[in-house]
């Protein structure tokens, strides 16, 4: 579990976040919500420990996580980011710099280290990729790769922002189905940051809706208000319609 408690960062002289109290529970597939610049990515750069709060705390089970040693930290929790750096490597040679953390320094990859890759290549489908270099692959090609990094990085809690920038639509919910497995077959907690609000909705056991630097509800999965309140912070109208005796919701602008 990741706990912010009263945190607050600021980019300039203004704070941005303030006092800012947020759980990321075990388990469970999270959705970070909000319009462009609300803040979702400073909020996965900070549980990344890749922003460094002002004040408050930021607790992994309980430990601050400026107190975890980078190599053990780095063996709890892995990040992909928006706009990555492309490494000039193949995509072998990226899958297994995941390894990172698990491996001492100067050894050879062992054979775990390999197994690992071979699975993470797999399940994110990049084997026809193995041997073409990083700069050689599309958009959508290269996030594939980023996830196959993340899961030969093997950590229990992954933070994805914007996974799907770049894939388009099957890919994209191809995308939403392996990171589902890896939370229900693996468990793995997965905290994503999402733009297309279907994704989100289908896909979180928890939405939390951010909006100028603050949070606006979390556990909202359960809120009947809960697409009024997306509509009111997104400035977008709501349409329903019926389908197969479930409502379905989906915005359209004011
Ligand atoms: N390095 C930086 N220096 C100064 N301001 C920054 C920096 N990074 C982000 N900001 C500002 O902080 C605010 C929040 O940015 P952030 O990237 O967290 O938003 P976001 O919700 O992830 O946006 P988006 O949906 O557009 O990706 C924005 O106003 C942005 O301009």
């Not at 750096?85 to 050894?107: C, N, W």
């Not at 700069?135 to 996830?147: A, D, K, T």
């Not at 912070?233 to 989906?250: C, L, N, P, W």
């Given at each position: 579990?990741?706990?912010?408690e ?10 941005f ?6 759980c990321?529970?075990?388990g469970?597939?999270t ?29 992994l ?12 930290f780095?063996r ?22 995941g390894?990172?953390?698990?491996q ?16 993470a ?11 073409k ?6 958009g ?8 196959a ?10 933070f994805l922002?914007?996974?799907?920038t770049y894939?388009d ?32 909705l ?6 939390i809706?951010?909006n ?6 979390s ?11 997306i509509?009111?912070?997104?400035g ?8 197969e ?10």
């Amino acid at each position: 579990m990741i706990q912010f408690e009263h945190v607050t960062y600021s980019y300039n002289k203004t704070p941005f976040i303030e006092d800012m109290n947020l759980c990321f529970e075990d388990g469970k597939i999270t959705a970070v919500i909000g319009p462009n610049g609300c803040g979702k990515s400073t909020v996965i750069k900070l549980a990344s420990r890749l922003l460094k709060p002002h004040s408050g705390r930021i607790l992994l089970h309980g430990v601050e996580i400026s107190s975890i040693r980078r190599k053990s930290f780095a063996r709890e929790i892995s990040v992909l980011l928006q706009n990555g750096h492309i490494p000039d490597m193949t995509v072998e040679q990226a899958v297994l710099s995941g390894r990172y953390p698990h491996q001492s320094f100067l050894k050879p990859a062992t054979k775990e280290d390999h197994l690992m890759i071979d699975q993470a290549i797999d399940m994110a489908d990049c084997k026809v990729l193995r041997e073409k270099r990083m700069c050689q692959l599309s958009g959508g090609e290269c996030q594939r790769v980023f996830l196959a990094m993340i899961l030969a990085q093997d950590t229990h809690i992954i933070f994805l922002d914007e996974p799907t920038t770049y894939l388009d639509i099957n890919v994209s919910y191809e995308m939403m189905e392996l990171i589902r497995d890896m939370n229900q077959k693996v468990g793995k907690t997965v905290i994503m940051v999402l733009h297309d609000m279907n994704l989100a909705l289908n896909y979180a056991d928890n939405i939390i809706l951010m909006n100028k630097g603050r949070i606006k509800g979390s556990n909202l999965v359960t809120d009947q208000r809960l697409h009024e309140r997306i509509g009111e912070t997104f400035g977008v109208k709501i349409q329903s319609f019926s389908e197969e005796d479930e409502s379905r919701f989906y915005f359209v602008k004011r």
